[in-house]
């Protein structure tokens, strides 16, 4: 079984009008992994490793949207992933 924490903190603009910012985190708890949030699809991406190592078997639109996204975030930080065996 995995289970996984999401913390998240707001930031609304000090003196003038604006969206309400966020950001936060996922944590992996019994490996203790981590990654930091600036946008719900960094929850997909955390997650989807430990899914994909479990046997979950992702639709053909999932992986083609991950593909996607994984070429516009080139130079980014990757995602780390589960433990190997974990």
Same mark, same amino acid.
């Given at each position: 079984?995995?289970?996984?924490?999401?913390?998240?903190?707001?930031?609304? &603009?000090? @003196? +003038?009008?604006?969206?309400?910012?966020?950001?936060?985190?996922?944590?992996?708890? &019994?490996? @203790? +992994?981590?990654?930091?949030?600036k946008d719900l699809d960094g929850v997909a991406a955390f997650i989807t490793p430990y899914l994909e190592a479990g046997g979950v078997r992702l639709g053909l639109w999932w992986r083609a949207s991950r593909w996607l996204k994984s070429l516009g975030a080139r130079g980014a930080a990757p995602v780390k992933g589960p433990p190997a065996g974990g």
């Open positions: 079984m995995h289970s996984f924490i999401i913390k998240l903190r707001f930031e609304k &603009p000090r @003196g +003038e009008a604006g969206p309400t910012v966020w950001h936060g985190y996922i944590t992996h708890v &019994p490996g @203790g +992994e981590r990654s930091y949030l």
